[in-house]
Protein backbone atom coordinates (compact mmCIF):
# COMPACT_ATOMS: atom_id res chain seq x y z
CA UNK A 1 0.00 0.00 0.00
CA UNK A 2 1.15 3.53 -1.22
CA UNK A 3 2.47 5.08 1.96
CA UNK A 4 0.08 8.35 2.90
CA UNK A 5 2.18 10.77 3.17
CA UNK A 6 3.59 10.26 -0.14
CA UNK A 7 -0.07 10.15 -1.55
CA UNK A 8 -0.58 13.96 0.01
CA UNK A 9 2.90 15.13 -1.40
CA UNK A 10 2.20 13.85 -4.38
CA UNK A 11 -1.26 15.17 -4.67
CA UNK A 12 -0.14 18.90 -3.29
CA UNK A 13 2.29 18.76 -6.05
CA UNK A 14 0.40 18.25 -9.23
CA UNK A 15 -2.30 20.37 -7.73
CA UNK A 16 0.83 22.96 -7.77
CA UNK A 17 1.08 22.47 -11.38
CA UNK A 18 -2.28 22.59 -11.90
CA UNK A 19 -2.52 25.73 -10.73
CA UNK A 20 0.51 27.17 -12.47
CA UNK A 21 -0.30 26.00 -15.65
CA UNK A 22 -3.97 28.00 -14.78
CA UNK A 23 -2.08 31.03 -14.15
CA UNK A 24 0.10 31.19 -16.70
CA UNK A 25 -2.69 30.87 -19.35
CA UNK A 26 -4.71 33.21 -17.44
CA UNK A 27 -1.87 35.82 -17.53
CA UNK A 28 -1.12 34.66 -21.71
CA UNK A 29 2.16 33.64 -21.12
CA UNK A 30 1.18 30.21 -22.06
CA UNK A 31 -1.01 29.07 -25.21
CA UNK A 32 -4.08 26.89 -24.14
CA UNK A 33 -2.89 24.69 -27.55
CA UNK A 34 0.61 24.34 -25.51
CA UNK A 35 -0.96 24.30 -21.89
CA UNK A 36 -3.08 21.31 -22.76
CA UNK A 37 -1.00 18.11 -22.15
CA UNK A 38 0.21 20.15 -19.03
CA UNK A 39 -2.93 19.74 -17.90
CA UNK A 40 -3.14 16.21 -18.63
CA UNK A 41 -0.20 15.48 -16.94
CA UNK A 42 -1.61 17.38 -13.70
CA UNK A 43 -4.73 15.65 -13.67
CA UNK A 44 -3.44 12.14 -14.33
CA UNK A 45 -1.04 12.26 -11.64
CA UNK A 46 -3.24 13.98 -9.21
CA UNK A 47 -6.52 11.58 -10.34
CA UNK A 48 -3.58 8.95 -9.60
CA UNK A 49 -2.37 10.59 -5.83
CA UNK A 50 -5.69 10.76 -4.27
CA UNK A 51 -6.98 7.39 -5.72
CA UNK A 52 -4.86 5.13 -3.85
CA UNK A 53 -6.49 1.49 -4.16
CA UNK A 54 -6.19 2.45 -8.40
CA UNK A 55 -2.38 2.97 -8.08
CA UNK A 56 -2.34 -0.14 -5.75
CA UNK A 57 -4.28 -2.20 -8.85
CA UNK A 58 -2.04 -0.71 -11.85
CA UNK A 59 1.08 -1.29 -9.64
CA UNK A 60 0.04 -5.06 -9.70
CA UNK A 61 -0.40 -5.43 -13.39
CA UNK A 62 2.95 -4.25 -13.88
CA UNK A 63 3.78 -6.63 -10.95
CA UNK A 64 5.41 -4.02 -8.85
CA UNK A 65 4.07 -5.76 -5.50
CA UNK A 66 6.78 -3.87 -2.81
CA UNK A 67 6.15 0.21 -3.43
CA UNK A 68 3.58 0.91 -6.06
CA UNK A 69 4.54 4.54 -5.94
CA UNK A 70 6.94 4.01 -8.07
CA UNK A 71 3.96 3.95 -10.57
CA UNK A 72 3.30 7.61 -9.93
CA UNK A 73 7.17 8.06 -11.15
CA UNK A 74 6.58 6.24 -13.72
CA UNK A 75 3.51 7.56 -14.90
CA UNK A 76 5.01 11.41 -14.38
CA UNK A 77 7.89 10.68 -16.77
CA UNK A 78 6.17 9.37 -19.40
CA UNK A 79 4.38 12.59 -19.39
CA UNK A 80 7.38 14.76 -19.27
CA UNK A 81 9.03 12.41 -22.16
CA UNK A 82 5.14 13.04 -24.20
CA UNK A 83 5.80 16.88 -23.39
CA UNK A 84 9.22 17.13 -24.71
CA UNK A 85 8.48 15.14 -27.59
CA UNK A 86 5.72 17.36 -28.41
CA UNK A 87 7.90 20.72 -27.44
CA UNK A 88 10.31 19.28 -30.37
CA UNK A 89 7.73 19.25 -32.93
CA UNK A 90 6.56 22.79 -31.85
CA UNK A 91 10.59 23.95 -32.02
CA UNK A 92 11.40 22.00 -35.76
CA UNK A 93 8.04 24.22 -36.94
CA UNK A 94 9.49 27.09 -35.43
CA UNK A 95 12.29 26.68 -36.80
CA UNK A 96 11.01 26.41 -40.59
CA UNK A 97 8.83 28.67 -40.66
CA UNK A 98 11.98 31.45 -39.21
CA UNK A 99 13.74 30.19 -41.70
CA UNK A 100 11.06 31.11 -43.93
CA UNK A 101 10.51 34.45 -42.65
CA UNK A 102 14.32 35.18 -43.10
CA UNK A 103 14.51 34.40 -46.61
CA UNK A 104 10.92 36.58 -47.84
CA UNK A 105 12.78 39.52 -45.34
CA UNK A 106 16.13 39.54 -47.32
CA UNK A 107 14.10 39.15 -50.54
CA UNK A 108 12.21 42.34 -49.60
CA UNK A 109 14.97 44.16 -48.95
CA UNK A 110 16.91 43.39 -51.64
CA UNK A 111 13.58 44.75 -53.81
CA UNK A 112 13.39 47.73 -51.80
CA UNK A 113 17.25 48.63 -52.12
CA UNK A 114 17.02 47.98 -56.33
CA UNK A 115 13.55 48.74 -56.56
CA UNK B 1 -32.70 57.25 -39.51
CA UNK B 2 -29.64 54.77 -39.66
CA UNK B 3 -26.51 55.73 -41.53
CA UNK B 4 -26.32 54.61 -45.18
CA UNK B 5 -23.90 52.04 -45.94
CA UNK B 6 -22.29 54.72 -48.45
CA UNK B 7 -21.36 56.93 -45.68
CA UNK B 8 -18.92 54.54 -44.50
CA UNK B 9 -15.51 53.15 -45.36
CA UNK B 10 -15.87 49.71 -45.89
CA UNK B 11 -14.27 46.34 -46.20
CA UNK B 12 -14.92 42.67 -47.03
CA UNK B 13 -11.76 40.59 -45.47
CA UNK B 14 -11.94 37.20 -47.15
CA UNK B 15 -9.49 34.20 -45.52
CA UNK B 16 -8.90 31.53 -48.01
CA UNK B 17 -6.64 28.31 -47.70
CA UNK B 18 -6.73 26.62 -51.58
CA UNK B 19 -9.88 28.29 -52.75
CA UNK B 20 -8.87 29.00 -55.87
CA UNK B 21 -12.36 27.14 -57.36
CA UNK B 22 -14.73 29.54 -54.82
CA UNK B 23 -12.24 32.78 -54.31
CA UNK B 24 -13.07 34.70 -57.71
CA UNK B 25 -17.03 34.45 -57.83
CA UNK B 26 -16.89 35.39 -53.57
CA UNK B 27 -15.41 38.65 -54.43
CA UNK B 28 -17.61 38.88 -58.09
CA UNK B 29 -20.57 38.29 -55.55
CA UNK B 30 -19.48 40.80 -53.03
CA UNK B 31 -18.68 43.78 -55.81
CA UNK B 32 -21.99 42.69 -56.96
CA UNK B 33 -23.87 43.59 -54.19
CA UNK B 34 -21.69 47.12 -53.04
CA UNK B 35 -19.47 48.12 -55.71
CA UNK B 36 -18.06 50.40 -52.80
CA UNK B 37 -16.39 47.24 -50.63
CA UNK B 38 -12.95 47.15 -50.60
CA UNK B 39 -11.89 43.71 -50.73
CA UNK B 40 -9.13 42.27 -48.79
CA UNK B 41 -8.03 38.59 -49.49
CA UNK B 42 -6.22 36.57 -47.03
CA UNK B 43 -4.13 34.02 -48.28
CA UNK B 44 -3.24 31.89 -45.69
CA UNK B 45 -0.12 29.91 -46.81
CA UNK B 46 -2.32 28.16 -50.51
CA UNK B 47 -0.13 26.01 -52.47
CA UNK B 48 -2.63 26.50 -55.69
CA UNK B 49 -3.64 29.63 -57.29
CA UNK B 50 -5.85 31.15 -54.42
CA UNK B 51 -3.76 34.62 -54.32
CA UNK B 52 -3.36 35.00 -58.19
CA UNK B 53 -7.27 34.79 -58.51
CA UNK B 54 -8.18 37.26 -56.03
CA UNK B 55 -5.36 39.78 -57.54
CA UNK B 56 -6.70 39.44 -60.83
CA UNK B 57 -9.95 40.20 -59.82
CA UNK B 58 -8.38 43.43 -58.12
CA UNK B 59 -8.86 42.27 -54.84
CA UNK B 60 -5.96 43.83 -52.13
CA UNK B 61 -4.24 40.22 -51.28
CA UNK B 62 -2.00 39.43 -48.47
CA UNK B 63 -0.30 36.52 -48.97
CA UNK B 64 1.11 35.03 -45.26
CA UNK B 65 4.53 33.45 -45.94
CA UNK B 66 3.06 30.05 -43.88
CA UNK B 67 -0.09 28.97 -43.21
CA UNK B 68 -1.22 30.50 -39.36
CA UNK B 69 -4.31 29.15 -38.94
CA UNK B 70 -7.98 30.74 -39.41
CA UNK B 71 -7.16 32.77 -36.34
CA UNK B 72 -3.94 34.50 -37.84
CA UNK B 73 -5.38 34.85 -41.22
CA UNK B 74 -8.75 36.72 -40.20
CA UNK B 75 -6.70 38.90 -37.36
CA UNK B 76 -4.24 39.62 -40.19
CA UNK B 77 -7.62 41.22 -42.27
CA UNK B 78 -8.52 43.10 -39.16
CA UNK B 79 -5.41 45.11 -38.69
CA UNK B 80 -5.22 45.97 -42.21
CA UNK B 81 -8.68 46.93 -42.07
CA UNK B 82 -7.21 48.99 -38.84
CA UNK B 83 -4.16 50.57 -40.31
CA UNK B 84 -5.91 51.67 -44.02
CA UNK B 85 -8.70 53.21 -41.22
CA UNK B 86 -11.65 51.41 -42.51
CA UNK B 87 -15.53 52.41 -40.66
CA UNK B 88 -16.86 48.98 -41.34
CA UNK B 89 -15.48 45.69 -41.80
CA UNK B 90 -17.30 42.51 -43.31
CA UNK B 91 -16.04 38.83 -42.32
CA UNK B 92 -17.02 36.31 -45.13
CA UNK B 93 -15.31 32.48 -45.84
CA UNK B 94 -13.68 32.25 -49.14
CA UNK B 95 -15.05 29.30 -50.10
CA UNK B 96 -17.80 30.34 -50.94
CA UNK B 97 -20.48 28.98 -48.11
CA UNK B 98 -21.59 32.47 -47.20
CA UNK B 99 -24.02 34.50 -49.60
CA UNK B 100 -23.15 38.54 -50.08
CA UNK B 101 -26.65 38.57 -50.99
CA UNK B 102 -26.98 38.43 -47.05
CA UNK B 103 -24.76 41.08 -46.29
CA UNK B 104 -27.65 43.68 -45.78
CA UNK B 105 -28.76 41.31 -42.74
CA UNK B 106 -25.56 41.15 -40.73
CA UNK B 107 -24.55 44.66 -41.84
CA UNK B 108 -28.00 46.34 -40.91
CA UNK B 109 -27.62 46.43 -36.67
CA UNK B 110 -24.24 47.88 -37.05
CA UNK B 111 -25.30 50.73 -39.13
CA UNK B 112 -28.39 51.50 -36.85
CA UNK B 113 -25.70 51.31 -34.23
CA UNK B 114 -27.67 48.76 -32.36
CA UNK B 115 -24.17 46.11 -32.45
CA UNK B 116 -20.87 46.13 -32.58
CA UNK B 117 -20.27 42.97 -33.39
CA UNK B 118 -23.01 41.38 -35.72
CA UNK B 119 -23.02 37.18 -36.67
CA UNK B 120 -24.86 35.58 -39.11
CA UNK B 121 -26.20 32.36 -37.30
CA UNK B 122 -27.25 29.39 -39.40
CA UNK B 123 -29.89 27.76 -37.17
CA UNK B 124 -32.27 31.26 -36.01
CA UNK B 125 -34.32 31.31 -39.25
CA UNK B 126 -34.49 30.45 -42.79
CA UNK B 127 -31.89 28.49 -44.27
CA UNK B 128 -31.94 24.77 -44.41
CA UNK B 129 -28.57 23.71 -42.96
CA UNK B 130 -27.30 20.23 -42.93
CA UNK B 131 -24.74 18.98 -40.72
CA UNK B 132 -23.86 15.73 -38.84
CA UNK B 133 -25.20 15.03 -35.86
CA UNK B 134 -22.02 15.17 -33.81
CA UNK B 135 -21.04 18.73 -35.32
CA UNK B 136 -24.62 19.51 -34.45
CA UNK B 137 -24.38 18.25 -30.59
CA UNK B 138 -21.06 20.09 -30.83
CA UNK B 139 -22.56 23.62 -31.66
CA UNK B 140 -25.11 23.01 -29.32
CA UNK B 141 -23.03 22.44 -26.26
CA UNK B 142 -20.91 25.81 -27.73
CA UNK B 143 -24.45 27.54 -27.91
CA UNK B 144 -25.21 26.57 -24.82
CA UNK B 145 -21.88 27.12 -22.97
CA UNK B 146 -21.61 30.80 -24.54
CA UNK B 147 -24.80 31.81 -23.80
CA UNK B 148 -24.45 31.34 -20.32
CA UNK B 149 -20.87 33.12 -20.45
CA UNK B 150 -22.46 36.62 -22.32
CA UNK B 151 -25.76 36.10 -20.85
CA UNK B 152 -27.72 36.47 -23.78
CA UNK B 153 -28.74 33.93 -26.44
CA UNK B 154 -26.36 32.76 -28.88
CA UNK B 155 -27.20 30.00 -31.35
CA UNK B 156 -24.52 29.90 -33.66
CA UNK B 157 -21.12 30.36 -31.93
CA UNK B 158 -19.02 28.86 -34.89
CA UNK B 159 -20.36 31.41 -37.80
CA UNK B 160 -17.43 33.34 -39.78
CA UNK B 161 -20.10 35.48 -41.10
CA UNK B 162 -19.62 38.63 -39.41
CA UNK B 163 -19.37 42.31 -39.27
CA UNK B 164 -18.05 44.75 -36.92
CA UNK B 165 -18.00 48.83 -36.86
CA UNK B 166 -14.22 50.47 -35.82
CA UNK B 167 -14.78 49.38 -32.49
CA UNK B 168 -14.71 45.70 -33.61
CA UNK B 169 -11.76 46.25 -36.03
CA UNK B 170 -9.96 48.24 -33.72
CA UNK B 171 -10.57 45.38 -30.71
CA UNK B 172 -9.54 41.96 -33.39
CA UNK B 173 -6.62 43.94 -34.71
CA UNK B 174 -4.75 44.34 -31.18
CA UNK B 175 -6.25 40.99 -29.96
CA UNK B 176 -7.69 37.73 -31.89
CA UNK B 177 -7.81 34.14 -30.56
CA UNK B 178 -5.66 31.38 -32.38
CA UNK B 179 -6.94 28.69 -33.44
CA UNK B 180 -10.18 27.88 -33.44
CA UNK B 181 -11.13 31.75 -33.21
CA UNK B 182 -14.83 32.50 -33.36
CA UNK B 183 -16.38 31.02 -30.60
CA UNK B 184 -13.98 32.75 -28.89
CA UNK B 185 -13.92 36.22 -30.74
CA UNK B 186 -17.94 35.97 -29.44
CA UNK B 187 -16.97 35.69 -25.85
CA UNK B 188 -14.07 38.19 -26.29
CA UNK B 189 -15.95 40.82 -27.83
CA UNK B 190 -18.84 40.48 -25.17
CA UNK B 191 -16.22 40.96 -22.10
CA UNK B 192 -14.69 44.09 -23.92
CA UNK B 193 -18.14 45.23 -23.38
CA UNK B 194 -18.79 45.78 -27.30
CA UNK B 195 -22.64 44.88 -27.90
CA UNK B 196 -23.32 41.44 -29.96
CA UNK B 197 -26.16 40.73 -31.91
CA UNK B 198 -27.44 37.82 -33.77
CA UNK B 199 -29.03 37.81 -36.76
CA UNK B 200 -30.66 34.49 -38.95
CA UNK B 201 -29.44 34.11 -42.26
CA UNK B 202 -29.61 31.51 -44.77
CA UNK B 203 -26.02 30.31 -45.87
CA UNK B 204 -24.78 27.63 -48.75
CA UNK B 205 -23.38 24.11 -49.12
CA UNK B 206 -19.46 25.01 -48.82
CA UNK B 207 -18.28 25.43 -52.82
CA UNK B 208 -14.85 23.82 -52.82
CA UNK B 209 -11.91 22.89 -50.02
CA UNK B 210 -12.08 21.00 -47.09
CA UNK B 211 -13.64 22.08 -43.46
CA UNK B 212 -10.75 22.83 -41.53
CA UNK B 213 -12.49 20.78 -38.60
CA UNK B 214 -12.06 17.15 -39.14
CA UNK B 215 -13.40 14.71 -37.38
CA UNK B 216 -10.17 13.69 -35.44
CA UNK B 217 -9.72 16.82 -34.45
CA UNK B 218 -13.00 18.04 -32.80
CA UNK B 219 -12.11 16.65 -29.65
CA UNK B 220 -9.14 18.34 -29.27
CA UNK B 221 -11.11 21.34 -30.42
CA UNK B 222 -13.37 21.30 -27.94
CA UNK B 223 -11.20 20.80 -25.34
CA UNK B 224 -9.22 23.93 -26.49
CA UNK B 225 -11.72 26.20 -26.68
CA UNK B 226 -13.45 24.77 -23.18
CA UNK B 227 -10.36 25.89 -21.85
CA UNK B 228 -10.07 29.47 -23.19
CA UNK B 229 -13.35 30.47 -22.20
CA UNK B 230 -13.42 29.00 -19.06
CA UNK B 231 -9.73 30.67 -18.31
CA UNK B 232 -11.15 34.08 -19.97
CA UNK B 233 -13.70 34.08 -17.12
CA UNK B 234 -10.90 35.21 -15.04
CA UNK B 235 -9.10 37.23 -16.84
CA UNK B 236 -9.60 41.22 -17.19
CA UNK B 237 -11.04 42.79 -19.83
CA UNK B 238 -10.31 46.52 -21.12
CA UNK B 239 -13.09 48.61 -22.41
CA UNK B 240 -11.88 50.66 -25.42
CA UNK B 241 -12.50 54.06 -26.02
CA UNK B 242 -14.40 55.36 -28.81
CA UNK B 243 -12.53 56.52 -31.97
CA UNK B 244 -13.23 59.94 -33.25
CA UNK B 245 -14.96 58.84 -36.69
CA UNK B 246 -12.51 60.88 -39.35
Not at chain 2, 83 to 109: F, R, T
Amino acid sequence: MTPLPVSIAAAVASFLLLVVVFELIRSRRLRERYALLWLLTGVVLLALSLWRDGLNTIAGWFGVETYPPAILGAVGALFILLVLLHYSTVISRLSDQNTILAQRLALLEQQLREG
Amino acid sequence: MAEQLSDFQRIAIVPALNEEETVGRVIDEIRAFDSGFDIVVVDDGSVDRTAGVAADRGAHVLRLPFNLGIGGAVQTGYRFAFEHGYDIAVQIDGDGQHDPSQLPKILEPVLAGEADLCVGSRFTGDGAYRSSFARRVGIKIFAGVVSAVVRQKVTDTTSGFRAVNRRGIALFAADYPHDYPEVEATVMCVKHKLRLKEVPVAMRERGGGASSITAVRSVYYMTKVLLAIFVGMFRRYAVPFEEERR
